[in-house]
């Protein structure tokens, strides 16, 4: 069980929800729901989970097209904007309020967990690596043998090749940890939003690795940014790679 403390993460989704789809990222979602289709090889009527699934423009998009879907998000806020999205398209989706690592579904022929969605949240007293890895264990086991997860995170490539010695000496990156910690002013489409960040980004074989001990075999490390999505490799400075992985 995952207790729930008090969510930085969680508190900003809430705020943020009612204006989450006017970012320019979530501008292509019937374009990604193409891709997912094709790259995951979904036969009708298959069962999805979608982790971590914001306002649920990718779990909506799918259940229009006759798939059957669970969507998990922590953020009540998220999760409110996501049942207006589906009484609007006139859909059913599945809806649940919790913390990705907490989620006990089972028998699902395959998941997504999409732009941040729930890896790599971590708050200022948590564990990146035994966080995230919870969440890959909780997807490893809701998934049938065999059945595909794509996920996109951000590719920690880009925030090495951006580091500097004083970012090291100020205490803004500990390339020991790969840890950053920082503070940032969201430019949202609500105003600027002040945060402190604390931040673990993974390099691929990490992941890979992180992937494996949850039981999912790595299939493709393709380019991930969103709007950018594409059988390619990853480019050093893009913001995001994607990982297509299987149940073992």
């Not at 929800?17 to 036969?43: G, Q, W």
């Not at 564990?127 to 809701?142: C, K």
Request: net charge negative; glycine share 8%.
């Amino acid at each position: 069980m995952i207790p729930d403390k008090p969510s930085m993460w969680r508190q900003f989704f809430d705020v943020h929800a009612p204006h989450y789809d006017e970012n320019p990222f979530t501008k292509n979602t019937r374009v990604e729901c193409d891709f997912l289709i094709e790259v995951m090889a979904l036969s009708p009527e298959a069962r999805v989970l979608d982790m971590g699934c914001g306002t649920g423009r990718h779990a909506v998009e799918l259940a229009r097209r006759g798939f059957r879907v669970t969507g998990v998000d922590f953020s009540a806020g998220m999760l409110e904007e996501a049942r207006r999205k589906a009484d609007a398209a006139g859909v059913e989706v599945e809806w649940v309020k919790a913390d990705a690592r907490a989620f006990s579904g089972t028998d699902f022929d395959a998941a997504i967990c999409l732009c941040e969605g729930a890896v790599g949240l971590i708050e200022h007293h948590e564990e990146p690596v035994a966080h995230d890895l919870e969440i890959f264990r909780a997807i490893g086991r809701a998934l049938r043998p065999g059945a595909p997860f794509v996920m996109t995170a951000l590719n920690a490539y880009a925030t090495i090749r951006r580091m500097t010695d004083e970012a090291v000496q100020a205490g803004q990156f500990d390339p020991a940890t790969m840890i950053s910690f920082y503070e940032d002013e969201f430019e949202l489409p609500e105003g600027k939003t002040p945060m402190k960040i604390r931040e673990r980004l993974f390099i691929p074989p990490e992941m890979v690795a992180m992937l494996h001990h949850a039981g999912l075999r790595v299939e493709h490390i393709w380019g991930g940014t969103a709007g950018d999505w594409g059988k390619r490799p990853i480019k050093l400075d893009e913001i995001e790679a994607m990982y297509v992985s299987r149940k073992v």
